[in-house]
Nanobody
Framework: QLVESGGGLVQAGGSLRLSCAAT????????VGWFRQAPGKEREFVAA???????YYADSVKGRLTIPRDNAKNTVYLSMNSLKPEDTAVYYC?????????????????WGPGTQVTVSS
């Protein structure tokens, strides 16, 4: 089971750190991704980290977001800086098994319920 936390309301230019905690599994053996869905839009890829620590980012967030993981705490984070109103969305974390990571949403088999991030202008 995955549970996100850390969402909230922040002003443009501000920062937030989202957490994705896993229970009942050893998170270090999974690839983990963050996705988001804004009102009226499709869910989209934001960032991912493979089991070996390689990171991937959507072009829209490069340089502003990072995805560190703490395997000892069974947690993956999404650190967000210089937030923009267009970052407003529900953010979901997801886990994927397998040797090589895929960034396709359909290849992530376990999902959290999501956490709301609202960036005011």
């Amino acid at each position: 089971q995955l549970v996100e936390s850390g969402g909230g309301l922040v002003q443009a230019g501000g920062s937030l750190r989202l957490s994705c905690a896993a229970t009942g599994r050893t998170f270090s053996s999974y690839h983990v991704g963050w996705f988001r869905q804004a009102p009226g839009k499709e869910r989209e890829f934001v960032a991912a980290i493979s089991r070996d620590g390689t990171t991937y980012y959507a072009d829209s967030v490069k340089g502003r977001l990072t995805i560190p993981r703490d395997n000892a705490k069974n947690t993956v984070y999404l650190s967000m800086n210089s937030l923009k109103p267009e970052d407003t969305a529900v953010y979901y974390c997801a886990a994927q098994r397998g040797s090589g990571i895929s960034l396709r949403m359909a290849d992530f088999g376990s999902w959290g319920p999501g956490t709301q991030v609202t960036v005011s202008s």
